[in-house]
């Protein structure tokens, strides 16, 4: 169990109301350190103004909330000091170039010219930018702007970073590449409290989850453990034989529940909550002659996970609840 002292950020009860809006609803989270921490929901589901809240960007109007030990109110000014904020947009002067903006924000946090630029050089070469550092960041791809930010947010490297949809809008190559940044800098000892609607990304990189919709915490857990408490897996297995199907149904049938034939002529798929019993079920059909070509047997996905504790898909659009969060407090 997580001790008390172990806890990077330690919330209890944390609302935040715009107007008539509850966007957060009594949130709870407990995030041990040098973890990746991720908050799973849809767009509007509360997650980019509990972490505004935690950021300390946004007072909340009950709970509380301690980051690395610092209340987020009376001590806002030190929480700032340990912590890294990584928004959905890029943070950095598009008229300036990668190595301009990273020797600014290096000098504005206290770095001498020459250290600045030590670390600006570093960071560049870390995140793959060395040979676009005189280019202006306007020309850059989506893909590098993003891998700009975070280096701009390791300028000095934080305790504990918030990445608010680091990902979005990036193709699958540039995704990969902001994943194995994240995992460098949590193997280094930093803190990642990863705000997501990508069910994928919090399946590569959270320790745990907490599923948000809402504005309240609907369940919590490993990926694995939010897997096995939706229900069932299932097992799929493709024969070398199509005209074997309609025995190894009846076959099937006699194991396991909701068998079902696929589009594929040679494949049949049945619900599996126990691998032992998948197992057993497998043997079956070799034992009576079927002959498989191959099987798996994996748990249920986290989208279906989601789907299963909401009654609804996550939202595929991207920085709906931030832009919806502006309008409200402009209001």
């Known amino acids: 169990m997580t001790t008390h002292s172990s806890l990077a950020i330690e919330a209890t009860g944390l609302v935040k109301v715009f107007g008539t809006t509850r966007a957060v609803d009594g949130v709870d989270l407990a995030v041990g350190t040098g973890s990746v921490y991720g908050v799973l929901g849809p767009n509007g589901a509360g997650k980019t103004t509990t972490i505004r809240m935690l950021a300390t960007l946004l007072s909340p ?3 509380s909330a301690r980051v690395l030990g610092h209340d987020i109110v009376r001590e806002a000014e030190l929480v700032r000091g340990v912590v890294s904020l990584t928004g959905q ?11 301009e903006n990273l020797i600014l924000l290096a000098r504005l946090l206290g770095l001498n010219r020459a250290a600045a630029k030590a670390r600006a050089a570093e960071l560049l070469e870390a995140f793959a930018l060395a040979d676009a550092a005189t280019r202006l960041v306007k020309n850059y791809s989506g893909g590098m702007r993003r891998r ?35 995992r460098a800098l949590v193997a280094e000892g930093t803190t990642i409290l990863l705000c997501t609607q990508y069910l994928d990304e ?29 229900g069932s897996g299932s097992l799929h297995v493709r024969l070398l034989d199509p005209a074997q199907r309609p025995e190894a149904k009846r076959l099937l049938t006699r194991e396991l529940d909701g068998v079902q034939l696929e589009p594929d002529p040679a494949t049949l798929s049945a619900s599996c909550a126990d691998a032992d019993r998948g197992a057993e079920a497998v043997a079956q059909l070799s034992r009576a002659g079927v002959r498989i070509a191959d099987f798996s047997l994996g748990q249920p996905t986290l989208d279906e996970v989601f789907l299963a504790l909401t009654g609804h898909p996550a939202a595929e659009e991207a920085g709906e609840e931030e832009a919806k969060v502006q309008d409200e407090r402009a209001a």
């Open 202 to 230: 919090a399946d590569q990189l959270a320790d745990g989850i907490a599923v948000i919709d809402h504005g309240k915490v609907i369940a919590e857990g490993t990926p694995a453990q939010l897997k096995a408490s939706a």
């Open 61 to 63: 109007d009950a709970g």
């Open 89 to 99: 947009l890029a943070s950095v002067d598009e008229d300036l170039t990668g190595r």
């Open 148 to 182: 700009l930010d975070l280096a701009a947010s390791l300028v000095v490297t934080p305790q504990l970073m918030f990445l608010d949809e680091p990902t979005t809008g990036l193709d699958p190559r540039s995704r990969n590449q902001v994943w194995d940044i994240v």
